[in-house]
DNA sequence: AAGTGAAGCAACCGCGGCGTT
DNA sequence: CAACGCCGCGGTTGCTTCACT
């Protein structure tokens, strides 16, 4: 696979990386690490721009990226990590050890969004797009690499488990005498469950944080944030990552700690 | 066997953030 | 403080492979 091979007006060669390009820039890159990648094709011998080699370094030839099928683990991962940070695929990879944010950014604009939609979930909200009332049967994960798993559909997956991991952040926020302490926490409790039910908690959350959620438009799956709240989210989900990751990594043996249980647990 | 569309993957493009001058 | 340049990120495109007819 991979693009036909030209070169650009000022002979900067574009397109499909060859093999012997790969062994110079990871010869390179392991004699002399990353410096200027403006400078490094030129230092390696190739013909590229810095930018093109950055990208092949990043999202191929960097040791430890892990190529090959996404598990069902990890495609569940995705799309909790995604329902709490959004388009944000460099922080998401940071989550997910091994993979690259062009990586995981594909697998879900390929397939995942397209799951979505198929099972009539709001690629955005993570709410089922039909009406809640209508009775919604189990179904499969049909993204062919995936090892059919079935997993419960709406409402136990988008109200219960992405929403109210949301919602739960949401609060940890709202609060900011708990502030990131709170969300570490949520982060933490190996029985945040994404799919079971987490009612219960998210009652006990709002009854600790009353009065963040006095409003009764608030009552519903998700908090309306206004832009102030959400700026402070994104802030602090991106002060908080290196210590996340602890988090992720230290709660359990998967890598992906805070979500493992709902797919390990049947 | 040939044609066609969907899926998957690799790479490019353009923009915004950030550091430096 | 503005201007500039580099880097990183997200969106998009282009190509190959696969599945189906």
Redesign the pocket.
């Known amino acids: 696979?991979?693009?036909?091979t030209w070169f650009d007006a000022d002979g900067t060669k574009?397109?499909?990386?060859t093999d012997e390009e790969d062994q110079k820039l990871v010869a390179y890159i392991n004699e002399y690490g990353i410096g200027?990648?403006?400078f490094l094709p030129r230092k390696a011998g190739l013909q590229r721009c810095?930018?093109?080699c950055?990208?092949?370094w990043m999202?191929?030839l960097r040791p430890g990226v892990k190529?090959?099928?996404f598990t069902p683990e990890e495609e569940e991962a995705i799309m909790n990590f995604h329902s709490i940070l959004g388009?944000?695929?460099?922080?998401i990879a940071q989550q997910m050890p091994g993979r690259s944010?062009?990586?995981i950014?594909?697998?879900w604009?390929?397939?995942l969004k397209?799951r979505l939609e198929r099972q009539g979930i709001n690629q955005m909200t993570y709410q089922p797009i039909i009406n809640l009332a209508v009775k919604t049967p189990s179904f499969n994960i049909d993204?062919?690499?995936s090892s059919s798993s079935t997993v419960s559909a709406s409402p136990s997956f988008s109200s219960s488990g992405s929403a109210s991991l949301l919602n739960r952040l949401a609060t940890g926020i709202s609060s900011r005498q708990h502030g990131v302490d709170r969300i570490k926490n949520i982060f933490s409790d190996p029985r945040t469950a994404i799919i079971t039910g987490q009612e219960e908690e998210f009652e006990e959350s709002k009854k600790d944080h009353g009065k963040a959620l006095a409003s009764d438009d608030q009552e519903d799956d998700f908090l309306m944030w206004d832009e102030e709240n959400m700026r402070r989210f994104m802030e602090e989900i991106g002060q908080m990552d290196p210590e996340m990751n602890g988090v992720c990594n230290s709660s359990s043996s998967s890598p992906y700690g805070i979500y493992e249980t709902s797919l390990l647990d049947d």
């Open positions: 696979m991979g693009r036909a574009r397109g499909g990386w200027d990648w403006r810095g930018k093109s950055r990208l092949r999202n191929y190529k090959g099928k388009n944000r695929w460099a922080a944010d062009n990586d950014k594909n697998h604009n390929s397939c397209k993204c062919g690499n």
